[in-house]
Each structure stands twice: as structure tokens, then as C-alpha cells.
């Protein structure tokens, strides 16, 4: 079965940190360009980060640059976001999903209509 399980979200003071893990079975994970997006209450989904299946090229959204990072470890079929600097803004639930065109107009504008897969969310909340 087909599995992008998200984890490592929780409860943090502005200006902490968390680290999201997306692990995926099921499929072929190198295959796949891998994003993070969020949702927070009363808002539209909004693409975070992104690293391409091909090269590994990382975007992220204006809102994260300089405090998120996103790594992908294909041995471990797991993507990572390091999540510095957190504010009450970032709170939201978190998603991964898959892409499998790997088209870098995916990442650039963070196309949440091309996922294949999507993961169950994890619950980020940064208190003030």
C-alpha cells in the first residue's frame, strides 16, 4: 500500500524549532518531487517548500525562505523540513505530499494539483 506518513509536529514557543519528517512506502520514493504544504484554520491551502526528484533543487515559499530548510534522504525514502525561527504565523497543519512529473513549475509555484500522494497532516503550533 501507498503510504506518506507525516510526523514531528507539536507545540512550540515563537522563535523555536521542529523538524517535519514525510516518510513514504509504497511507491518509488526517488521517483517523486516532494513539497511541503500547510493550512491553518479559515485559510487556503499554501505551498511551503519543495525539493525536485531530479536534481535536488529546493524552493520555498516567501513567507519560509531563510528559517525553513528542506532535505531529502532517498535511502531512507523520508524528506526533511527544519523549521527555525518558528512564529504564531506558522501555525498550521502540515502536509507532504508526491509529485511524480517532476517539473520544476511544480515547486516554482507550488502546483498542489499535480500531487499523486498525499500524507495524513501534522499539527504545527507555535505560541506567542
Known amino acids: 500500500d501507498v503510504q506518506l506518513q507525516a510526523s514531528g509536529g507539536g507545540l512550540v514557543q515563537a522563535g523555536g524549532s521542529l523538524r517535519l519528517s514525510c516518510a513514504a512506502s509504497g511507491f518509488t520514493f526517488d521517483d517523486y518531487t516532494i513539497g511541503w504544504f500547510r493550512q491553518a484554520p479559515g485559510k487556503e491551502r499554501e505551498g511551503v517548500s519543495c525539493i525536485n526528484r531530479s536534481d535536488g533543487s529546493t524552493y520555498y515559499s516567501d513567507s519560509v525562505k531563510g528559517r525553513f530548510t528542506i532535505s531529502r534522504d532517498n535511502a531512507k525514502n523520508t524528506v526533511y523540513l527544519q523549521m527555525n525561527s518558528l512564529k504564531p504565523e506558522d501555525t498550521a497543519v502540515y502536509y507532504c505530499?508526491?509529485?511524480?512529473?517532476?517539473?520544476?513549475?511544480?515547486?516554482?509555484?507550488?502546483?498542489?494539483?499535480?500531487?499523486?500522494?498525499w500524507g495524513e497532516g501534522t499539527q504545527v503550533t507555535v505560541s506567542s
Open positions: 505530499g508526491a509529485e511524480p512529473f517532476g517539473s520544476s513549475e511544480f515547486c516554482e509555484e507550488f502546483r498542489y494539483y499535480e500531487i499523486k500522494y
